[in-house]
């Protein structure tokens, strides 16, 4: 009897699921990617440390969204209902926007080995370290902080880049509650080296300019002497100077003397051209005289 009783219901579990229309398919769809997009906004900042984050708390969601559509898709007479249907093709499109995000958050990352467990125990540590020593947070749980720090970066190194978003997310608010919120990683600046830099920076280039202007100065000089020299010809009088001094420097004749010269001048001037015309006709006249 109970195995008749099965069988009966195997046979009405059978019939039901035969008897889901494309419509019900899409309507299981529809709520489950709800689902899905309600869990993501929940689970974006968690209240509590201990409190699950978008991956893990998250997952199972996925998993039912994404049956659902596999579901819907593989039925041939669905598929061509709600696949490239309209412009939009909406059913593609809002199950692609969905996937991508869980793509973006590298959730898979999450589920690999047991990184993730890891992790989350050195987080507890640190936030129950944090939560025990008041006010004296940075010393005390120093060394806490360094080894998930150094945890994080270590696997975000062998990933690429490609870690966990949940990972992510902790080790940022961590990072951020540390040295902004707690101030446990302050660099203070002494104000003598501060303004000292700002000293050096104003009076630099002053000092740089006159350094210039002096070193030009003197090479200036020093060519100009090289100049010297090597032409010192250049310095030497001119010919009109010379002339000048000549005349500057011969004495001048008395009147009577130069009276004497001019007359002799003008006798020269007054003789007959015949008396000159013939060298020898002087000679001649004397002979017959």
Request: hydrophobic letters at 35%; a negative charge.
């Amino acid at each position: 009897m109970r195995n008749i009783f099965l069988l009966i219901i195997l046979y009405c579990t059978t019939l039901a699921a035969k008897s889901k229309t494309c419509d019900h398919l899409l309507r299981e769809l529809a709520n489950d990617q709800q689902n899905f997009v309600y869990c993501n906004t929940a689970h974006a900042v968690p209240a509590h440390p201990q409190d699950e984050r978008l991956c893990i708390a998250c997952n199972q969601r996925y998993s039912n969204m994404a049956s659902s559509y596999d579901t819907l898709m593989t039925n041939e007479n669905c598929s061509k209902i709600y696949m490239d249907s309209d412009r939009m093709n909406i059913v593609f499109t809002t199950q692609n926007v969905l996937k991508g995000l869980w793509n973006r958050a590298y959730c898979e990352e999450c589920f690999k080995g047991n990184n993730s467990d890891i992790f989350q125990d050195l987080y507890l540590n640190l936030s129950g370290c944090l939560e025990e020593n008041k006010g004296s947070e940075c010393s005390s749980c120093l060394l806490k902080y360094i080894t998930i720090n150094d945890f994080y970066k270590d696997l975000d190194q062998k990933n690429n880049g490609k870690v966990c978003f949940d990972m992510q997310d902790v080790m940022n608010r961590t990072r951020v509650l540390w040295s902004k919120d707690l101030k446990c990683c302050q660099r203070e600046v002494k104000m003598t080296a501060f303004l000292t830099s700002v000293a050096i920076v104003a009076v630099l280039p002053i000092l740089l300019f006159y350094s210039a202007a002096f070193v030009l100065t003197k090479r200036r000089e020093a060519n100009h002497g090289l100049l010297n020299e090597q032409e010192p010809e250049l310095d030497a009088p001119s010919s009109s100077d010379i002339i000048t001094a000549a005349i500057l420097s011969t004495p001048p004749e008395p009147p009577a003397v130069l009276d004497a010269k001019t007359d002799k001048i003008s006798k020269l001037l007054a003789i007959p051209d015949s008396d000159f015309s013939s060298d020898d006709e002087p000679f001649a006249n004397a002979k017959t005289k």
